[in-house]
Every structure is written in structure tokens, then in C-alpha cells.
């Protein structure tokens, strides 16, 4: 039976968090900032050894001054693995690892079995085991079993499912005042005891484990809905020429659709929203429930980064051996995470048509690019035939459009990241298109022809055929 009450924040719990990732140095962090005991496990020596030293791997605003806190306050500890001492009195060990995709687009739950294997064989009393990763629905149940497999005799341990919902680059102010709690438990005893664990007063959403794993993939998929839809209104403004952001602003104000994520601009990617798409899709292919809305979602995004390539061929008359200077790979502003970023993927279709890519952002972290990086926008800029800000940085958006002017060789900005003011670019004596706004790509001086109706009073008569009409 599912309820929604209010979380009460009661009295404090030791817990170990496994993964100082986005959402367990998070978890950690916050968990420790509301009172509770905890240590955080962190296996990799790249991520363990600035914490150690009292600085987040991470860039989350925040996050590295809570962390300071914690460890002076005594309540958080880290440690680079989980054996007999992490696991000494812990009540609920939360894991926070990676679920990536595998080959075929199905979240691999390797590290997550092997966590919970982990936390599993060094528990002494009985625990309780969170899972936060975002994983399928079923999930849980298989854990549990990993997890019996595991224990030591006598030792029981509850799998609970209680996803994440937290935003890159906004991830302490999420934790700390989240939109919903979602517990999904077997044991209302057992739910209550994670609910505790989150700040008070905050809707709670209860219900059993498959409900809260859903409840997660079917959010992320919604949020991917919102941001293809947003970017078919915007081809249509395109072609209107209208603007988009103020179109999606008229339908989004209406509460019954909201307005975030209502934005025009290079698709969605991260992390989180590509991954949980096509595992929302596994999973409808698996349980042989359609997921078509999704899947155009997800096509639409997959056209994206290809449109703007588009408009960067037409504007420049073919991008090959043409230099590009791409302000932006950061998959969001904010964030120094480039997983599966529409900046990296519009700069690998450029790369691959031939194009120079020289790149600029201020604190992304990139494993490999084709292109050059530079430490500067206008090193970027600098003699580039066309300018394509990627990254909806602020830095980008209070560019001086005349300083760019004088040093672009070409005179094309693509705004793909709905950053720049396009008038005062325009006026700069720079051919600026944007998502959804500025110079039309295709401008339908007819609205739509043919009209199909008629209105005998006034006169207006449909004349056979598709292309007009007659008084009548
Ligand atoms: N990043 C987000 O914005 C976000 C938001 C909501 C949900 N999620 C979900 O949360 C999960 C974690 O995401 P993330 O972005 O924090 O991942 P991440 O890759 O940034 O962090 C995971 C960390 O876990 C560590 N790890 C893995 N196995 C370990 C083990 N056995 N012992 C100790 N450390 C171990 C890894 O070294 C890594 O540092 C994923 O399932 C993701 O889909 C992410």
C-alpha cells in the first residue's frame, strides 16, 4: 500500500556510504552535516587521496566546506575499503557505486553486487542496505539474495531501495532540501529507519521496492520526454520564426506542465538521463511493455548534436578544414562531469567531418578529445572561423561580443547552449543562430498552406487541391 507522509529526521545512525562519487561523497557529506555517524568507502585512489587530504575530487558548490565539517566534527570518516573495522556498529550501509550501461544499453550492476557482497560479508549484526545507485526495477530482490549469500550465519540483512534524485552542480542544496524521500522497502520498520536518515520534513513517498526503483527510471525518462519535446517546439520556432524560449516559457507556466526542462539547446546528456533512457527501454523490451514515447525522446536527442552540425555546414559552407573554436564540454554548466556531453558529441561529429576543434571550458574533466584544449575562451576564439558555445557557462554568457568580433577570422556563432544576449551579437557584426531562435534556418513565409478550412460565413471556401483557397 503506498502512502505519502512527511520524513521526521529523528535521532542520528552509523552508516557507511560505499562510492565518493556525485551521490555518495554527497550522501556522506550531508548524512554527516544532519548528525550521523558515518564513513564513506571510496575505492579508487584518485578519488580517495584528495579526501584524505580534506579536499572534495569533486567540483560540487559546497560540498568541500560541509566535508570540512564533518571531518572536524568527528562524524565522517574515509577510509579505501570495507572490511571488519568500517563495518563495527555501521546499522545501514548505503551503496552509491556506478550502474553504467553495458554494450547492449543494460545498466551493468557489477560494482553494485560486488558492494553489497562486501558490505554483506564484514557486517557482525544484522544490517540494513540501501541501494541509491538507479537500477531496474527487481534489483533489490536479486541484491538481497547476493547479500544472504554473503552473510555470516545468524547475520540478517534487508535490501532497501531509496534512489537519488539529486542535480549535478546543485547536488549539497538537493540532498539537504530534496523535492521527495522515495523509500521502497519489504519491512515498514525498516523504512522508517531510512527515512530517518534524510533531513525532516520533506514528502515521503513509500512503497515497496520495485515502486521506488520505477519511480526513478520513469522520472528520468519524463525529464528526457520534456527535453526532446522542448527541442521539436524549437525546429518549429525555428522555421516560424519565433522564439523558442518564450514559446516554451507560455506553455510551461501552466502548472500542469512546469517549466523546467522546458528549454531549447543541444540535448539532453550526463551521466544519469542518457543511461536510465535506454535502461527504461531494456526494461520495457524485457517485461514486453511498449516505452514508443521514450524511445522518440530518445531519437530526437540522438538528432541533436547532428542538427547543430547541420547549421554549422550551412552557415560555413562545409566544415571541413574549417577551425572551430567550442567554448564549453562540461555536459551542464556548474558541473566538471563531461559523461556523455552534447558538447563531446557535437565535437566528435565535427572532428569527423573534417573540422580543426579547438576547445575551452573552465573545469571539465575529459578523458579523451580528438580536439585541442585551450585554457581560455579567447585562445578558442582567436583567428577560429566560427564560434559554438556548447556549455551554457556564465563566464560565456558575459562575453564581450565586440572582443570576440575582433579576434573570430570567420563571423558565425552558434549558440547551441542558449547563453548569449543574440541581439547585442548581432549587433557586434556577428551572424549569430541559436536552438529554437535567431536567423531562421528555413523561414515558411506561409503559415500552412493549405489551409484546410472553410468558413462560408465570412466568405473563405476551401478550393479543391492542396494549394489555396478561393472567396467564395
Ligand atoms: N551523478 C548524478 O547526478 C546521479 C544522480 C542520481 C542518481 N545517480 C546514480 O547514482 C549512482 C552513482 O552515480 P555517481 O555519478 O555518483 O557515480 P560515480 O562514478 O561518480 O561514483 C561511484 C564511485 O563508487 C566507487 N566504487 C565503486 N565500487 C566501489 C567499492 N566496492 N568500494 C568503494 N568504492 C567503490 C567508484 O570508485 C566511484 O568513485 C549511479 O547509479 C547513478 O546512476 C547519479
Not at 112 to 121: H, I, N, P, T
Not at 245 to 256: H, I, S, W, Y
Not at 383 to 396: C, I, K, P, S, Y
Not at 431 to 456: D, E, K, N
Request: glycine share 10%; hydrophobic share 45%; charged share 20%.
Amino acid at each position: 500500500m503506498t502512502s505519502i507522509e512527511m520524513t521526521k529526521g529523528a535521532r542520528s545512525h552509523s552508516v557507511l556510504v560505499v562510492g565518493a562519487g556525485y551521490v555518495g561523497l554527497t550522501s556522506a557529506v550531508c548524512f554527516a552535516h544532519l548528525g550521523h555517524q558515518v564513513v564513506c568507502v571510496e575505492a579508487n585512489p584518485f578519488r580517495l587521496a584528495p579526501l584524505l587530504e580534506g579536499r572534495s575530487p569533486i567540483h560540487e558548490p559546497g560540498l568541500e566546506e560541509l566535508m570540512v565539517e564533518g571531518v572536524l566534527s568527528d562524524r565522517l570518516h574515509f577510509a579505501p575499503a570495507i572490511g571488519k573495522e568500517e563495518m563495527t556498529g555501521v546499522e545501514v550501509a548505503l551503496l552509491a557505486v556506478g550502474t553504467p550501461p553495458d554494450e547492449n544499453g543494460d545498466p551493468d550492476l557489477t560494482q553494485l553486487a560486488a558492494a553489497a557482497r562486501e558490505v554483506s560479508a564484514n557486517a557482525a549484526g544484522d544490517l540494513v542496505v540501501v541501494v541509491k545507485s538507479t537500477v531496474p526495477p527487481g534489483s533489490c530482490e536479486a541484491i538481497e539474495l547476493v547479500c544472504a549469500e554473503a552473510a555470516l550465519e545468524g547475520v540478517r540483512i534487508s535490501v532497501v531501495s531509496s534512489p537519488e534524485f539529486l542535480r549535478e552542480s546543485r547536488a549539497v542544496e538537493d540532498f539537504l532540501a530534496p523535492d521527495r524521500v522515495v523509500v521502497g522497502a519489504s519491512d515498514s520498520q525498516v523504512a522508517d529507519l531510512v527515512a530517518d536518515l534524510y533531513p525532516a520534513g520533506v514528502p515521503l513517498v513509500k512503497t515497496d521496492r520495485r515502486g521506488a526503483e520505477l519511480i526513478k527510471y520513469a522520472a528520468n525518462a519524463f525529464l528526457a520526454v520534456k527535453i526532446s519535446f522542448a527541442n521539436e517546439v524549437a525546429a518549429m520556432c525555428e522555421s516560424l520564426g519565433t522564439e523558442a524560449a518564450t514559446v516554451l516559457l507560455g506553455v510551461g507556466l501552466d502548472q500542469r506542465i512546469g517549466k523546467d526542462f522546458l528549454r531549447p539547446g543541444p540535448g539532453y546528456g550526463g551521466s544519469c538521463l542518457p543511461k536510465d533512457v535506454s535502461g527504461f527501454q531494456a526494461l520495457g523490451r524485457a517485461m514486453g511493455t511498449p516505452t514508443r514515447v521514450v524511445a522518440a525522446a530518445e531519437e530526437v536527442n540522438q538528432e541533436a548534436s547532428r542538427a547543430a552540425l547541420m547549421k554549422l555546414e550551412m552557415g560555413l559552407a562545409g566544415v571541413a578544414g574549417k577551425t572551430i573554436a567550442l567554448l564549453g564540454l562540461a555536459f551542464k554548466p556548474g558541473t566538471d562531469d563531461s559523461r556523455d556531453s552534447p558538447a563531446l558529441k557535437l565535437a566528435e561529429l565535427l572532428i569527423s567531418s573534417g573540422a580543426r576543434v579547438r576547445a575551452y571550458d573552465p573545469l571539465a574533466r575529459v578523458e579523451s578529445f580528438a580536439g585541442e584544449r585551450v585554457d581560455c575562451a579567447f585562445d578558442a576564439i582567436e583567428d577560429a572561423d566560427a564560434l559554438v558555445v556548447a556549455t551554457a557557462w556564465q563566464e560565456f554568457s558575459v562575453l564581450s561580443p565586440m572582443a570576440v568580433a575582433e579576434r573570430l577570422a570567420g563571423r558565425m556563432v552558434l549558440d547551441a547552449a542558449g547563453a548569449l544576449d543574440l541581439e547585442s551579437w548581432s549587433e557586434a557584426g556577428l551572424v549569430v543562430y541559436g536552438i529554437g531562435r535567431g536567423a531562421p534556418v528555413a523561414f515558411h513565409p506561409v503559415v500552412w498552406p493549405p489551409l484546410r478550412w472553410a468558413h462560408h460565413r465570412s466568405g473563405l471556401r476551401l478550393l479543391d487541391g492542396d494549394t489555396g483557397f478561393v472567396a467564395g
